[in-house]
């Protein structure tokens, strides 16, 4: 017999936590299938940020792409943010930073490319954990690839994820994706297996 709980890390961003017994998956949680209600604005959210799309060399055009931008939170606190940076391709003058951060923003200066990446994913992003409301606005403002200004508030991003164009298709894209709540990032749960104990069992 055996008691098990798990906490999800706030950056994992999975949907569900199994429990595998010798291989075998013997319990499944699924934290993203909780609704959220008025009161899961009271705990920090998550947004991600994520940039990189087009173009693409089968249309014979593209290269690396500059990403230099400013983000900015209006009526609410940054508390933390994980990047989520890919390794290549491989640039000796490029690197992927975020500077100045603070409790209203930060800035990040990165690359993004379809050569030398693998299985041609060429996307990286940041998670924001963002304590505020519906009326919360995240801003950001691009010098790189091009000059564009973008804003939305946390209650729209409830509802569906935002596209941000840099121009005319297919230039480079990036997406603000859904806000995810306290109570489908993290989750805790007690599991019990019954077993006779003559053999040795692995969780």
């Not at 930060?106 to 041609?120: A, C």
Request: glycine share 8%.
């Amino acid at each position: 017999m055996a008691g098990i709980a798990e906490d999800l890390s706030f950056w994992t961003l999975r949907d569900r936590v199994e429990i595998l017994k010798n291989n075998r998956v013997v319990h499944r949680d699924f934290p993203m299938d909780r609704v959220p209600g008025a009161a899961s604005w009271s705990q920090p959210v998550l947004v991600r940020f994520e940039y990189g799309w087009g173009p693409w060399p089968a249309l014979g055009i593209g290269g690396v792409a500059d990403w230099n931008l400013d983000v900015r939170v209006q009526g609410g606190e940054l508390l933390s943010l994980q990047p989520c940076f890919l390794s290549g391709p491989f640039e000796e003058g490029r690197r992927d930073r975020i500077s100045g951060q603070s409790r209203n923003g930060f800035t990040l200066e990165s690359f993004t490319s379809l050569r030398q990446t693998l299985e041609d994913y060429s996307q990286k992003a940041v998670v924001l954990k963002i304590a505020g409301s519906p009326a919360t606005r995240p801003q950001l403002s691009l010098r790189q690839p091009r000059k564009v200004e973008f804003t939305c508030t946390l209650g729209q991003l409830a509802q569906s994820n935002e596209i941000l164009f840099t121009a005319e298709f297919p230039h480079e894209s990036a997406a603000i994706d859904r806000v995810v709540f306290e109570e489908n990032y993290r989750t805790s749960f007690t599991f019990r297996d019954e077993d006779s104990g003559g053999e040795v069992n692995w969780y």
